[in-house]
């Protein structure tokens, strides 16, 4: 149990277009869910917490009207980014907890390449 | 703020030996703490984990130390094998909370 998937796998698109990656837990519910972006070589930097039914928690330097996410039932959580641009380049990583456990469990995670 | 230190940033090891990657961590209301691997490209992966409670958890080739007084933890594998070979994540965390990530450990065993 515990799996995770994300959708897609990798992206490519045109600077100033929008994409939006999909995180499900497809197992179990999950009342809250993480997103991350790791760029390589480097560890896993948290963007925002989110919460089912309630607007997301983003960290200090990551912009929310550009992050957009929305956590809409107990199995899905969305990340749109809007009006990419190749800085935001990045590997994009969801995770879920499993309901009232410490153990978040990862997808596999989305590439994104904006040209 | 809540940071979480790790070292070293590279490890080499001979197929065989031990190897050991260590963490400090600064928010002393942690009471969670699990390490991850990542294969390149893929998802990290919980190897293990301990809690505040617990001074010590193995799991066959794999254990984990913790010393609270300290805010230190410990990763330690041990006959590796090069399948071993990857980064190593650990992370701490206030229980169903954000996990504060350390910098990471790239491990290499050298067959």
């Known amino acids: 149990g515990a799996v995770v998937s994300q959708h897609p796998s990798w992206v490519i698109c045109k600077s100033g277009t929008s994409v939006k990656i999909e995180c499900r837990s497809l197992d179990f519910q999950a009342t809250t869910m993480f997103w991350y972006r790791q760029f390589p070589k480097q560890s896993l930097m948290l963007m925002a917490t989110?919460?089912?039914?309630?607007?997301?928690?983003?960290e200090q330097g990551v912009e929310k009207d550009k992050f957009l996410i929305n956590h809409a039932s107990l199995t899905l959580s969305t990340l749109t980014v809007t009006s990419a641009h190749p800085e935001d380049s990045s590997f994009y990583i969801c995770?879920?907890?499993?309901?009232?456990?410490?153990?978040?469990?990862f997808g596999p995670g989305t590439r994104l390449t904006v040209l | 703020g809540e940071n979480v230190e790790q070292h070293p940033s590279t490890l080499s090891v001979q197929e065989g030996d031990s190897a050991v990657i260590k963490c400090t961590y600064s928010d002393s209301a942690s009471n969670y703490f699990p390490w991850y691997k990542q294969e390149l490209g893929k998802r990290p992966q919980l190897i293990i984990d301990i809690r505040s409670n617990v001074g010590e958890k193995k799991d066959q080739r794999i254990a984990v130390t913790l010393n609270k007084t300290a805010k230190h933890f410990s990763l330690h594998i041990t006959e590796t094998q090069p399948e071993d070979s990857a980064v190593y994540f650990c992370?701490?965390?206030?229980?169903?909370?954000?996990?504060?990530f350390g910098t990471g450990t790239r491990l290499k065993v050298l067959a």
């Open positions: 995770s879920a907890n499993r309901e009232l456990t410490d153990t978040q469990y």
């Open positions: 992370a701490a965390s206030r229980g169903t909370y954000k996990y504060i």
């Open positions: 989110s919460n089912e039914g309630s607007k997301a928690t983003y």
